[in-house]
């Protein structure tokens, strides 16, 4: 519908209005202007909309099989060098001599990256960065349930915020001193020698030698129990006090009832609400009267009465799968890490008899009984509702670290 002329004509002055006003903000914002400031001089603004990252400086992703002998390679030939590494999770920190716009596209062309891209900052703190290498980190160091949570952005700022935190506060703590106090130096001290043994340990771990694939076939046979997969047999069952009452149900049975609604009204076992379903696995956990018969039906096939020691059975057989051994080839992962797990053990503890020697270690234990363990008293949930609050409140800020 065409605009009418009184319409046309509101129309015309509010566009005059609109931009009167912006003119006068102009005029009256002076030398201010209405785009992005420049970057800060110690980073360098990139290609995306406010988004800052660290000068010359690349984080990027390699898959797990990688070896940190290829990645040193890889990283020459592209003219960076490494900063900062960690790989047991693959993620490395590089200085890049071109352009850290054009860097991550080059990289990442390459099969062994799975990712590329600019160390990008979020948070200044006195002149030190957290980046995303900082935090993609932190993300990696997390059991696998635990990582899930920061696929969304508010756990993503939330894990920020606490990094902040804890950047802000310990560099409060270092300005008065409290580095220097002997219990904080013990702290110190305890964390120091935590993290040097697992970073010790992880490298004679990765130095094992691969399993070979006549390994993982020895261990198949040798252990062909543990990959045995058990006859299995599902059907319904009806239990009653007496033979008569049983007597009664196959009567009932045979008029064509529904075998699970018979099982509901009937049965005194706990299957009978849900009619009467069951799943035997294996031999040798059942009533032996109940097992002679049960693995003889055919699917669909009514039982005659069972006696047993529980009471009176009346069984209809359901479908039923014969015990087999589950092929090599769906089982090789599992067999390959359970000798790479046992073999990485072995070489640690090779390893630390090796190192007890040569520190000449000697353990007296004759004394341990004299360490004293303070045991917290049991609670009782209908006393101290207080407490166990209490306790829950702990666990969670120690799991989410709330700011």
């Not at 049983?246 to 008029?255: Q, Y």
């Not at 693995?295 to 096939?301: M, P, R």
């Amino acid at each position: 519908m065409a605009m009418s002329t009184q319409n046309r004509a509101i129309h015309i002055v509010n566009r005059f209005f609109i931009v009167s006003w912006l003119f006068l903000f102009v005029i009256m914002t002076g030398n201010q202007t209405l785009v992005a400031q420049p970057a800060p001089k110690h980073a360098v603004s990139s290609f995306g909309d406010n988004q800052i990252f660290a000068p010359g400086e690349i984080v990027i992703k390699t898959l797990p099989n990688v070896t940190l002998d290829e990645i040193t390679t890889l990283v020459k030939s592209h003219g960076a060098k490494i900063l900062e590494r960690n790989s047991t999770h693959g993620i490395y920190r590089l200085k890049v001599s071109g352009p850290v716009e054009k860097a991550p596209f080059s990289f990442q062309s390459d099969q062994a990256v799975v990712y590329a891209k600019p160390n990008y900052i979020f948070a200044e703190i006195g002149g030190k960065f957290i980046t995303i290498f900082d935090i993609e980190l932190t993300i990696h160091r997390f059991i696998p349930v635990l990582r899930q949570r920061y696929t969304q952005p508010g756990a993503k700022e939330k894990l920020l915020r606490t990094l902040l935190n804890d950047k802000i506060f310990s560099q409060a703590a270092r300005d008065e001193g409290l580095q220097n106090v002997p219990e904080v130096q013990w702290k110190i001290n305890e964390a120091v020698d935590k993290t040097l043994a697992d970073i010790y340990k992880q490298r004679i771990q990765t130095g094992t030698s691969t399993i070979s694939e006549k390994e993982m076939k020895t261990y198949y046979e040798k252990n062909s129990e543990k990959f045995q997969v058990l006859e299995q047999i599902r059907g319904q069952r009806i239990l009653v006090n007496t033979r008569q009452e049983a007597e009664e149900v196959l009567e009932t049975l045979e008029t064509g009832v529904d075998f699970g609604k018979l099982a509901r009204e009937k049965s005194i076992g706990p299957s009978g609400q849900k009619d009467g379903t069951f799943v035997l696995i294996g031999r040798g956990k059942s009533d032996p009267a109940f097992e002679k018969v049960v693995f003889t039906l055919q699917n669909g096939e009514i039982s005659e009465i069972i006696q047993t020691q529980a009471g009176y059975y009346i069984i209809k057989a359901g479908d039923k799968s014969v015990s087999r051994r589950i092929p090599f080839s769906e089982v090789k992962k599992q067999i390959e890490m359970s000798l790479k797990a046992l073999r990485q053990d072995d070489a640690v503890g090779t390893k630390r008899k090796e190192l007890e020697d040569k520190y000449d270690v000697k353990l007296n234990l004759g004394f341990l009984s004299e360490v004293k363990v303070p045991v917290m008293q049991k609670l009782d949930p209908r006393k101290d509702i207080d407490s166990m609050q209490m306790l829950r409140e702990v666990i969670n800020k120690a799991i989410e670290r709330p700011y």
